[in-house]
């Protein structure tokens, strides 16, 4: 990737939101509740055909996956498209993704998880996508008002800069940073290292979540991460939901804390946790490829840019 990157345009009121599930098996009931919730919301909703299907552990065959989330993409009357879920399967796309016409084409991708091997290929690609909630996971059970309140600002570029408050326990490490957001779920994300849709992360903030992985493993994914000499110039790291986590090693946070610390190793890069975004509580929306800042003097994490372009130059 070279140092540009593309930004889509924003979503506008009562626009049309794409479902797409190039992952896991959808749960229809839990679709339908999250697509009547966008619909609350004044959208219009389309859906990929593949979104009821089911082909071993994924939303029906490779190609059927790859089709539906490219139609979406490449629909003129489509203004964003959101995950319906995550699971697996989003790796197998990747080397079909025609990624060169998908950036010359910008578009709103939303989604956590499995998304994270999209967002992260897109990231290297060069175009901005979200990390945020999915349409048949946060929008069907809508327990975290944040969730709720975060998105639809975050997909029309308003109220920025961001920022999130740290209190003292949030602060893992000393120190400020600032750099270009990489966000995923570890796991997604460590598969992609070595091969050719390898996230960069020099200068870059890497924000990571996981969920019921034991601290060993997580310890053994960082020090991946570390060895593969990706660490090495980071910006910052954010560590978010850490759900269902325990084991081995890791029954008490502080515990769980101490093996993340070991894992990655020295550095002067800032280190904050306890972060509200994941698979558990609330899940807010971030940009991925756009500026974002630690100060832990200050307490703060900034979301400086809006990963959209503004409202006149969108057409």
Known sequence: MSGKIVIPPPLPPGGTIGVAAPSGLVDPERLEAGIRYLESRGYR???????????RWSAGSREARLEGFLDLHFDPTVDAVLLARGGAGALELLDLIPWSRVIRKPKIWMGFSDFSVLAGAALRAGMVTFHGPMVASDFWHRRHPASLRDWEPA???????????????????????????????L????????????????????FWEETNEAPFRLARLLTTWRLAGKLKSLAGMAIGNLSRCEGAGGRTPRELREAILEAIGPGDFPVVGELPFG???ANRTMAIGRMVRIDTERGEVVFEQPGVKPWRSSK
């Open 279 to 281: 698979h558990e509580g």
């Open 155 to 185: 997909l029309r570029g308003e109220g920025y800069p961001r920022r999130w408050k740290l209190d003292p326990r949030q602060i893992w490490r000393q120190g400020s940073g600032r750099g270009k957001l990489l966000a995923g779920c």
């Open 187 to 206: 796991t997604p994300l460590t598969s992609l290292l070595g091969t050719p849709y390898d996230p960069p992360t020099g200068r870059s903030i890497l």
């Open 45 to 55: 909703v389309k859906t990929a055909p593949n979104v009821k299907d089911h082909h």
